[in-house]
C-alpha cells in the first residue's frame, strides 16, 4: 500500500500498489458543450482496433447521452452509489475512493458488469427530448429537461484500478507516456481489472480469454500524432497532448492552460480516487447539482470561464485549435487575431484565426451569368 498525492483529491491517498508518476503523461480534454453525438470517433475507434472475433460487443470510444445513457448499463449510478453523497471541503475531498472504501481483502469497491449490460450501448440516447415530444413520463422527472453528450475512453489514470488490481501485474502503465496497456501474454482472464474499473474501461474477449482497453492509439502517440478518435472528431471538442506534474505548471502547454489555468476542464468523477487524465469542459447548461457531483468542486468557475470565453482571446484562441491539426501540439500561442500551435521542436504545426472571415460574393456571378443563392 502506497500513500500518494493525488492533486485532484488535494490530498493524500491510500493507493494499493506501487507507483510513481510516469516521466510524462498523455492527457485530453473534451468539450462536451460542442458534442453532437455522431459517434464518429465511436466508429473510427471500432474499425480501427476492435473489428475482430469476440470483440463485438467493445467500445473503447463511447459517447452516451446523460442522465440516462451507460455503457455499460449503470456504470456510474454504481459508482455513486458505493461511494455514497460526495464530500468536499472547498479543494479536498473528504469522501472515501474506491480504494479507501474497498472491502475486507479486496484492493477495490468494485463491481463486475453482466453480459446484458453491455448489450445496448445507446439506451437513453436522446432521451428527455423524446419524452417531452411524446408526453410520456415527463411528470416522473425530478428535474428540468435536459441531456447532454458525454464521450468516454479509458482515462489512462496516474492511480489505475485496473493495475492496482491485477494479481498477475498483467497492466501496467508506461513510464515514458502515461499509457496504460494490458499485456495479453501475462493476462489469464480472471477480470478483476474490469470489475475495478470505475469508468468501466476495460472489456473481457470472451474468445480470446483475455481482457482489453483502449491503448491510446500509442503507435499514433510515439509517432507524435493525436488518437484516432481526436483527429476524426466532426465536432472539434477533443484536443490531445501531454500534462505537466501537478507542481510543474506550463501555460504553453495546452492541457497545463486549460486544467491548471483556467480551469475550465475538469476530471471526471475525481472522487473514484484514480486521477483520470481525460478533463471535461462541463455542459453549461446541464443542473449545477449534477454537475458538482460528475466534475467536483471546480464546476460553478469552469462554466464562468467558459461562458465568458469572447472576452479571453487566448481560451479563445486555443480553443479554436481543436481539431486544427493531427499532430500533437507541444505547446500554443495567441497573438492579435491569430493562434498558432508548435511541436516539440518549437516549429509551427498549424496557424488558425479567432474569427472565421467573411466573405461577401455579389449576388450575381457574372462570369457564370448566374445568380448566387448562398452569397456569404
Ligand atoms: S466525433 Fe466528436 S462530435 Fe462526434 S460524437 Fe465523437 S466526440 Fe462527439
Ligand atoms: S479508466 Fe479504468 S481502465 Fe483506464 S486506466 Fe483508469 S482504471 Fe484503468
Redesign the pocket.
Known sequence: MAEVFNWQLGREMQYPFQAERPQRQIAWVFDTNKCIACQTCTVACKSTWTSGTGQEYMLWNNVETKPYGFFPQGWDVQLLDRLGVVQWDGQTYEGQTVFESAPTGERVNGWLPMAEDWAHPNVGEDEPAGAVERGTYIDRLPHDTWFSYLARI????TY????AACPRQAIYKRPEDGI?LVDQARCRGYQE?VA????K??MYNNETRVSE?CIACFPKIEQGYQPQCVTTCIGRIRIASFISKPDEVDPKKPIDFLVKVRKVALPLYPQAG?E?NVYYIPPIHAPREYLHQMFGPGVDEAVETYQNIKNDPELLGLMMLFGSTERIMHSFSVEGEIATGFDEQGEELVSVPLREPTFIREFFDDVHQAYLHNIT
Do not use: G, M
Request: some cysteine; proline content about 16%; charged content about 10%.
Open positions: 479509458c482515462n489512462h489514470c489505475p484500478a485496473c493495475v496504460v481489472c475495478a474499473c470505475p469508468y474501461k476495460v482497453k484514480t483520470p
